[in-house]
Protein backbone atom coordinates (compact mmCIF):
# COMPACT_ATOMS: atom_id res chain seq x y z
CA UNK A 1 0.00 0.00 0.00
CA UNK A 2 2.33 2.72 -1.29
CA UNK A 3 -0.04 5.24 -0.40
CA UNK A 4 0.36 4.78 2.84
CA UNK A 5 3.28 6.03 2.75
CA UNK A 6 2.48 9.67 2.79
CA UNK A 7 1.93 11.56 6.38
CA UNK A 8 -1.54 13.13 5.13
CA UNK A 9 -2.70 9.11 4.45
CA UNK A 10 -1.51 8.03 8.09
CA UNK A 11 -3.07 11.01 9.63
CA UNK A 12 -6.26 10.26 8.00
CA UNK A 13 -6.20 6.38 8.76
CA UNK A 14 -5.31 7.61 12.57
CA UNK A 15 -8.27 10.00 12.81
CA UNK A 16 -10.73 7.37 10.99
CA UNK A 17 -9.51 4.76 13.30
CA UNK A 18 -10.34 6.60 16.42
CA UNK A 19 -13.45 7.17 14.99
CA UNK A 20 -14.20 4.02 13.80
CA UNK A 21 -13.44 2.38 17.12
CA UNK A 22 -16.08 4.93 18.76
CA UNK A 23 -18.96 3.65 16.06
CA UNK A 24 -18.32 0.10 16.74
CA UNK A 25 -17.94 0.36 20.68
CA UNK A 26 -21.36 2.52 20.87
CA UNK A 27 -23.62 0.39 17.96
CA UNK A 28 -22.19 -2.99 20.25
CA UNK A 29 -22.92 -1.36 23.62
CA UNK A 30 -25.96 -0.37 22.26
CA UNK A 31 -26.92 -3.71 20.75
CA UNK A 32 -26.16 -5.90 24.55
CA UNK A 33 -27.84 -3.29 26.62
CA UNK A 34 -31.08 -3.32 24.61
CA UNK A 35 -31.02 -6.79 24.39
CA UNK A 36 -30.64 -6.94 28.69
CA UNK A 37 -32.42 -3.75 29.63
CA UNK A 38 -35.48 -3.03 27.03
CA UNK A 39 -38.29 -5.24 27.93
CA UNK A 40 -41.19 -5.77 25.17
CA UNK A 41 -44.10 -4.80 26.30
CA UNK A 42 -46.99 -7.65 26.37
CA UNK A 43 -48.83 -8.02 23.26
CA UNK A 44 -52.35 -6.72 23.25
CA UNK A 45 -54.81 -9.62 23.25
CA UNK A 46 -57.62 -9.99 20.53
CA UNK A 47 -60.54 -8.24 21.18
CA UNK A 48 -59.18 -6.32 23.43
CA UNK A 49 -59.41 -2.60 23.19
CA UNK A 50 -56.75 -0.43 23.60
CA UNK A 51 -58.98 1.29 26.21
CA UNK A 52 -59.74 -2.31 27.87
CA UNK A 53 -55.48 -2.78 28.34
CA UNK A 54 -55.51 0.31 30.47
CA UNK A 55 -53.06 1.73 27.36
CA UNK A 56 -55.25 5.11 27.17
CA UNK A 57 -53.45 6.85 24.15
CA UNK A 58 -53.92 10.38 25.70
CA UNK A 59 -51.68 12.64 27.24
CA UNK A 60 -51.63 10.20 30.30
CA UNK A 61 -48.49 7.61 30.14
CA UNK A 62 -48.70 4.41 31.64
CA UNK A 63 -46.30 3.88 34.47
CA UNK A 64 -44.68 0.86 32.20
CA UNK A 65 -44.42 3.25 29.16
CA UNK A 66 -42.51 5.97 31.31
CA UNK A 67 -40.21 3.56 32.70
CA UNK A 68 -39.54 2.08 29.72
CA UNK A 69 -38.73 5.44 28.01
CA UNK A 70 -36.04 6.12 31.35
CA UNK A 71 -34.69 2.99 30.19
CA UNK A 72 -34.18 3.71 26.65
CA UNK A 73 -32.89 7.06 28.04
CA UNK A 74 -30.08 5.73 30.15
CA UNK A 75 -29.15 2.88 27.77
CA UNK A 76 -28.30 5.10 25.19
CA UNK A 77 -26.40 7.02 28.01
CA UNK A 78 -24.42 4.34 28.86
CA UNK A 79 -23.70 3.47 25.40
CA UNK A 80 -22.30 6.59 24.24
CA UNK A 81 -20.14 6.76 28.11
CA UNK A 82 -18.83 3.60 27.22
CA UNK A 83 -18.13 4.30 23.60
CA UNK A 84 -16.46 8.06 24.84
CA UNK A 85 -14.17 6.24 26.99
CA UNK A 86 -13.70 3.58 23.94
CA UNK A 87 -12.75 6.44 21.37
CA UNK A 88 -10.80 8.12 23.99
CA UNK A 89 -8.11 4.75 24.85
CA UNK A 90 -8.22 4.51 21.03
CA UNK A 91 -7.16 8.43 20.96
CA UNK A 92 -4.61 7.93 23.47
CA UNK A 93 -2.84 4.84 21.95
CA UNK A 94 -3.09 6.44 18.03
CA UNK A 95 -1.55 9.38 19.49
CA UNK A 96 1.31 7.53 21.07
CA UNK A 97 1.79 5.48 18.17
CA UNK A 98 1.72 8.97 15.79
CA UNK A 99 3.92 10.76 17.55
CA UNK A 100 6.81 7.83 18.24
CA UNK A 101 6.62 7.91 14.37
CA UNK A 102 6.26 11.39 13.77
CA UNK A 103 7.40 13.60 16.19
CA UNK A 104 10.23 11.80 17.28
CA UNK A 105 11.71 11.63 13.80
CA UNK A 106 10.25 15.67 13.58
CA UNK A 107 12.46 16.17 17.18
CA UNK A 108 15.64 14.50 15.42
CA UNK A 109 15.39 16.57 12.34
CA UNK A 110 15.64 19.78 14.76
CA UNK A 111 18.50 18.31 16.50
CA UNK A 112 20.62 17.77 13.47
CA UNK A 113 19.78 21.55 11.43
CA UNK A 114 20.99 22.84 14.88
CA UNK A 115 23.69 21.04 15.16
CA UNK A 116 24.64 21.77 11.73
CA UNK A 117 23.96 25.85 12.18
CA UNK A 118 26.36 25.27 15.44
CA UNK A 119 29.15 23.97 12.78
CA UNK A 120 28.86 20.44 13.10
CA UNK A 121 29.01 19.46 9.21
CA UNK A 122 29.32 15.73 9.84
CA UNK A 123 26.26 15.26 11.36
CA UNK A 124 23.83 13.20 9.35
CA UNK A 125 19.84 11.91 10.38
CA UNK A 126 19.12 8.31 10.18
CA UNK A 127 15.84 7.38 7.83
CA UNK A 128 14.11 4.44 9.65
CA UNK A 129 10.51 5.75 7.94
CA UNK A 130 10.22 5.68 3.93
CA UNK A 131 7.24 8.81 4.32
CA UNK A 132 7.68 12.46 3.78
CA UNK A 133 9.62 12.96 6.95
CA UNK A 134 12.34 10.35 5.20
CA UNK A 135 12.78 12.66 1.96
CA UNK A 136 13.17 15.61 4.82
CA UNK A 137 15.95 14.00 6.36
CA UNK A 138 17.37 12.99 2.87
CA UNK A 139 17.24 16.55 1.96
CA UNK A 140 19.04 17.93 5.53
CA UNK A 141 21.70 15.04 4.48
CA UNK A 142 22.88 16.14 1.70
CA UNK A 143 22.94 20.21 3.00
CA UNK A 144 24.86 18.37 5.42
CA UNK A 145 26.92 17.09 3.12
CA UNK A 146 27.03 20.65 0.80
CA UNK A 147 28.32 21.97 3.98
CA UNK A 148 30.83 19.69 4.83
CA UNK A 149 32.33 20.16 1.14
CA UNK A 150 32.25 23.66 1.26
CA UNK A 151 33.80 24.20 4.59
CA UNK A 152 36.90 21.97 3.13
CA UNK A 153 36.94 23.72 0.16
CA UNK A 154 37.04 26.99 2.37
CA UNK A 155 39.88 25.06 4.72
CA UNK A 156 41.85 24.10 1.26
CA UNK A 157 41.42 27.78 -0.24
CA UNK A 158 42.78 29.45 3.03
CA UNK A 159 46.02 26.71 2.93
CA UNK A 160 46.37 27.39 -0.17
CA UNK A 161 46.61 31.30 0.04
CA UNK A 162 48.45 30.98 2.92
CA UNK A 163 51.03 29.10 0.80
CA UNK A 164 51.11 30.97 -2.36
CA UNK A 165 51.65 34.52 -0.58
CA UNK A 166 54.26 32.69 1.93
CA UNK A 167 56.45 31.24 -1.34
CA UNK A 168 57.38 34.83 -2.66
CA UNK A 169 57.81 36.24 0.63
CA UNK A 170 59.90 33.70 1.85
CA UNK A 171 61.89 34.79 -1.32
CA UNK A 172 62.23 37.91 -0.68
CA UNK A 173 63.03 37.53 2.94
CA UNK A 174 65.94 35.21 1.70
CA UNK A 175 67.35 37.61 -0.48
CA UNK A 176 67.20 40.62 2.17
CA UNK A 177 68.83 38.67 4.70
CA UNK A 178 71.67 37.97 2.48
CA UNK A 179 71.78 41.54 1.19
CA UNK A 180 72.13 42.97 4.95
CA UNK A 181 74.62 40.26 6.24
CA UNK A 182 76.75 40.54 3.22
CA UNK A 183 76.08 36.87 1.81
CA UNK A 184 74.90 38.22 -0.86
CA UNK A 185 76.24 41.03 -3.22
CA UNK A 186 74.43 43.60 -4.10
CA UNK A 187 73.64 43.25 -7.45
CA UNK A 188 71.21 44.47 -10.70
CA UNK A 189 70.17 40.59 -10.96
CA UNK A 190 69.39 40.37 -7.95
CA UNK A 191 67.35 43.62 -7.33
CA UNK A 192 65.38 42.12 -10.10
CA UNK A 193 64.72 38.67 -8.90
CA UNK A 194 63.29 40.58 -5.24
CA UNK A 195 61.56 43.12 -7.64
CA UNK A 196 59.97 39.91 -9.56
CA UNK A 197 59.19 38.36 -6.72
CA UNK A 198 57.09 41.40 -5.28
CA UNK A 199 55.25 42.02 -8.45
CA UNK A 200 54.05 38.19 -8.52
CA UNK A 201 52.91 38.70 -4.82
CA UNK A 202 50.86 42.12 -6.45
CA UNK A 203 49.43 40.22 -8.93
CA UNK A 204 48.34 37.18 -6.50
CA UNK A 205 46.88 39.30 -4.44
CA UNK A 206 44.91 41.38 -7.25
CA UNK A 207 43.39 37.92 -8.51
CA UNK A 208 42.71 36.80 -5.47
CA UNK A 209 40.46 40.16 -5.47
CA UNK A 210 39.36 39.49 -8.99
CA UNK A 211 37.90 35.79 -7.92
CA UNK A 212 36.95 36.48 -4.56
CA UNK A 213 34.34 39.24 -6.86
CA UNK A 214 33.74 36.67 -8.94
CA UNK A 215 32.44 34.27 -6.95
CA UNK A 216 30.18 36.51 -5.13
CA UNK A 217 28.63 37.37 -8.31
CA UNK A 218 29.73 41.12 -8.12
CA UNK A 219 31.89 41.09 -11.41
CA UNK A 220 30.41 43.91 -13.28
CA UNK A 221 29.78 42.56 -17.12
CA UNK A 222 27.98 45.20 -19.53
CA UNK A 223 27.52 42.70 -22.82
CA UNK A 224 26.61 44.54 -26.05
CA UNK A 225 26.45 43.12 -29.90
CA UNK A 226 30.13 43.40 -30.95
CA UNK A 227 32.12 41.47 -33.49
CA UNK A 228 34.38 39.09 -32.20
CA UNK A 229 36.97 39.24 -34.63
CA UNK A 230 37.74 43.06 -33.41
CA UNK A 231 38.77 41.62 -30.32
CA UNK A 232 40.84 38.33 -31.60
CA UNK A 233 43.13 40.73 -33.24
CA UNK A 234 43.74 43.32 -30.58
CA UNK A 235 44.66 40.45 -28.49
CA UNK A 236 46.81 39.02 -30.74
CA UNK A 237 48.72 42.05 -31.38
CA UNK A 238 49.00 42.65 -27.55
CA UNK A 239 50.59 38.81 -27.79
CA UNK A 240 52.35 38.32 -31.01
CA UNK A 241 56.13 39.96 -29.61
CA UNK A 242 55.58 36.87 -26.61
CA UNK A 243 54.95 34.40 -29.14
CA UNK A 244 57.54 35.03 -31.13
CA UNK A 245 59.88 35.21 -28.69
CA UNK A 246 59.14 31.95 -27.85
CA UNK A 247 58.88 30.70 -30.93
CA UNK A 248 55.16 29.69 -30.90
CA UNK A 249 53.39 30.06 -34.07
CA UNK A 250 49.74 32.25 -32.83
CA UNK A 251 47.19 31.49 -35.86
CA UNK A 252 43.62 32.44 -36.44
CA UNK A 253 41.03 30.61 -38.53
CA UNK A 254 38.00 33.13 -38.22
CA UNK A 255 35.04 32.87 -41.38
CA UNK A 256 34.50 36.08 -42.47
CA UNK A 257 30.37 35.60 -42.01
CA UNK A 258 30.77 35.09 -38.48
CA UNK A 259 27.85 36.54 -36.79
CA UNK A 260 28.02 39.51 -34.58
CA UNK A 261 28.00 37.76 -30.39
CA UNK A 262 26.92 39.62 -27.41
CA UNK A 263 29.59 40.02 -25.23
CA UNK A 264 31.46 42.51 -22.72
CA UNK A 265 34.16 43.36 -24.92
CA UNK A 266 36.91 43.78 -21.65
CA UNK A 267 35.86 40.93 -20.28
CA UNK A 268 36.12 38.73 -23.59
CA UNK A 269 39.19 40.06 -23.78
CA UNK A 270 40.32 39.35 -20.35
CA UNK A 271 39.09 35.76 -21.35
CA UNK A 272 41.93 35.64 -24.08
CA UNK A 273 44.06 36.96 -22.75
CA UNK A 274 43.99 34.04 -19.84
CA UNK A 275 43.46 31.71 -22.42
CA UNK A 276 46.42 32.53 -24.85
CA UNK A 277 48.36 33.17 -21.41
CA UNK A 278 48.01 29.61 -20.52
CA UNK A 279 48.63 27.93 -24.09
CA UNK A 280 51.88 30.00 -24.39
CA UNK A 281 53.23 28.82 -20.88
CA UNK A 282 52.34 25.18 -21.55
CA UNK A 283 53.21 25.16 -25.61
CA UNK A 284 56.89 24.42 -26.49
CA UNK A 285 59.07 26.52 -28.41
CA UNK A 286 58.33 25.02 -32.12
CA UNK A 287 54.47 24.81 -30.93
CA UNK A 288 51.76 26.47 -32.19
CA UNK A 289 48.39 27.90 -30.92
CA UNK A 290 45.30 28.27 -32.64
CA UNK A 291 42.34 30.54 -32.14
CA UNK A 292 38.97 29.87 -34.07
CA UNK A 293 35.50 30.12 -34.43
CA UNK A 294 32.70 28.63 -36.20
CA UNK A 295 29.25 29.97 -36.27
CA UNK A 296 25.97 27.85 -34.70
CA UNK A 297 21.96 28.47 -34.43
CA UNK A 298 22.33 30.20 -31.33
CA UNK A 299 26.17 30.72 -30.34
CA UNK A 300 29.14 31.30 -31.54
CA UNK A 301 31.98 29.21 -30.59
CA UNK A 302 35.62 29.94 -29.99
CA UNK A 303 38.18 27.50 -29.66
CA UNK A 304 41.73 27.98 -28.44
CA UNK A 305 44.11 25.20 -29.71
CA UNK A 306 47.83 24.53 -28.86
CA UNK A 307 49.98 21.72 -29.14
CA UNK A 308 51.30 21.79 -26.28
CA UNK A 309 52.04 19.63 -22.79
CA UNK A 310 48.18 18.49 -23.08
CA UNK A 311 45.68 17.69 -19.75
CA UNK A 312 45.79 14.22 -18.67
CA UNK A 313 41.59 12.83 -18.87
CA UNK A 314 41.75 12.67 -15.33
CA UNK A 315 42.75 16.23 -14.60
CA UNK A 316 40.32 18.07 -17.28
CA UNK A 317 37.02 18.49 -14.88
CA UNK A 318 39.00 19.78 -11.90
CA UNK A 319 41.00 22.08 -14.26
CA UNK A 320 38.67 25.11 -13.76
CA UNK A 321 38.60 24.51 -10.00
CA UNK A 322 40.65 27.45 -7.83
CA UNK A 323 44.36 26.65 -7.30
CA UNK A 324 44.10 23.76 -9.39
CA UNK A 325 47.51 22.96 -11.02
CA UNK A 326 47.94 19.84 -13.07
CA UNK A 327 51.79 19.77 -12.37
CA UNK A 328 51.62 22.38 -9.28
CA UNK A 329 56.30 22.71 -9.57
CA UNK A 330 56.22 23.14 -13.19
CA UNK A 331 53.10 25.69 -13.02
CA UNK A 332 55.02 27.31 -9.96
CA UNK A 333 57.93 27.68 -11.94
CA UNK A 334 56.15 28.91 -14.79
CA UNK A 335 53.70 31.45 -12.76
CA UNK A 336 51.26 29.74 -12.17
CA UNK A 337 48.68 30.19 -9.91
CA UNK A 338 45.56 27.85 -10.62
CA UNK A 339 43.23 30.90 -10.42
CA UNK A 340 43.20 32.07 -13.82
CA UNK A 341 40.78 29.53 -15.27
CA UNK A 342 38.35 29.79 -12.63
CA UNK A 343 37.67 33.88 -13.29
CA UNK A 344 37.76 32.75 -16.72
CA UNK A 345 34.45 29.89 -16.11
CA UNK A 346 32.96 32.84 -14.20
CA UNK A 347 33.68 35.68 -16.94
CA UNK A 348 32.35 33.07 -19.40
CA UNK A 349 29.25 32.33 -17.65
CA UNK A 350 28.47 36.38 -16.63
CA UNK A 351 27.90 35.98 -20.58
CA UNK A 352 25.78 33.70 -20.74
CA UNK A 353 28.25 31.41 -22.71
CA UNK A 354 29.88 27.94 -21.51
CA UNK A 355 33.07 26.96 -21.45
CA UNK A 356 35.51 23.39 -21.49
CA UNK A 357 38.33 22.17 -22.32
CA UNK A 358 39.47 19.18 -23.96
CA UNK A 359 42.74 17.24 -24.77
CA UNK A 360 43.68 13.50 -26.11
CA UNK A 361 46.52 13.59 -22.97
CA UNK A 362 49.53 14.48 -21.89
CA UNK A 363 51.97 15.49 -24.67
CA UNK A 364 48.78 15.51 -27.36
CA UNK A 365 48.15 19.68 -27.07
CA UNK A 366 44.98 21.12 -25.47
CA UNK A 367 41.72 23.09 -26.73
CA UNK A 368 40.00 25.48 -24.68
CA UNK A 369 35.87 25.90 -26.12
CA UNK A 370 33.85 28.93 -25.02
CA UNK A 371 30.62 29.47 -26.52
CA UNK A 372 28.96 33.16 -26.56
CA UNK A 373 25.25 34.19 -27.43
CA UNK A 374 24.75 35.21 -31.47
CA UNK A 375 23.44 38.68 -31.25
CA UNK A 376 19.93 37.86 -33.35
CA UNK A 377 19.11 34.84 -30.85
CA UNK A 378 19.62 37.52 -27.73
CA UNK A 379 17.49 39.88 -30.18
CA UNK A 380 14.59 37.57 -30.79
CA UNK A 381 14.12 36.34 -27.58
CA UNK A 382 13.83 39.97 -26.55
P1 LIG B 1 47.63 28.60 -13.93
O1 LIG B 1 47.84 29.99 -13.50
O2 LIG B 1 48.31 27.59 -13.05
O3 LIG B 1 47.86 28.37 -15.37
P2 LIG B 1 44.90 28.17 -14.55
O4 LIG B 1 43.69 28.21 -13.68
O5 LIG B 1 44.95 29.09 -15.69
O6 LIG B 1 46.12 28.36 -13.59
O7 LIG B 1 45.08 26.69 -15.07
C1 LIG B 1 44.94 25.60 -14.17
C2 LIG B 1 45.78 24.44 -14.62
O8 LIG B 1 45.26 23.91 -15.83
C3 LIG B 1 47.19 24.80 -14.92
O9 LIG B 1 47.98 24.79 -13.76
C4 LIG B 1 47.61 23.72 -15.90
O10 LIG B 1 47.99 22.57 -15.18
C5 LIG B 1 46.32 23.42 -16.62
N1 LIG B 1 46.26 24.13 -17.93
C6 LIG B 1 45.60 25.26 -18.22
N2 LIG B 1 45.74 25.59 -19.52
C7 LIG B 1 46.51 24.65 -20.07
C8 LIG B 1 47.02 24.40 -21.38
N3 LIG B 1 46.75 25.23 -22.40
N4 LIG B 1 47.78 23.31 -21.58
C9 LIG B 1 48.04 22.46 -20.57
N5 LIG B 1 47.60 22.61 -19.32
C10 LIG B 1 46.85 23.69 -19.05
Redesign the pocket.
Known sequence: MSWLRHLRWKLFVSHLSILVIGIIVLLATAHFLAGTQLVPEPPLSLGQSASETGQVASTEQSPLALSQQERFQSVVDQGLLISAFAALGAAVLVSLFVSRRIVEPLQELTFTSQRLARGHYHERTITRSDDELADLSQSINQLAEALEQTEQRRLALLADVAHELRTPLTTIEGYMEGLIDGVIAPEEHIFAMIQQEAARLKWLIEEMALLSRAEAGQLRVMPRPMAFSTIAQHVMAQFQPQFNNKGVALITSLPPDLPDIVADPDRLEQILI?LLS??L??TPTQGSVTIAAEAHDFFVQISVR?T????PAEHLPQ?FERF????KSR?RQSG???????ITRHLVYAQGGEIWADSAGAGQG?TFFITLPVHDTVAAAA
Not at 324 to 327: A, E, G, H, Q, S
Open positions: NNARYDGIGIIYRVDAGTGIGLTS
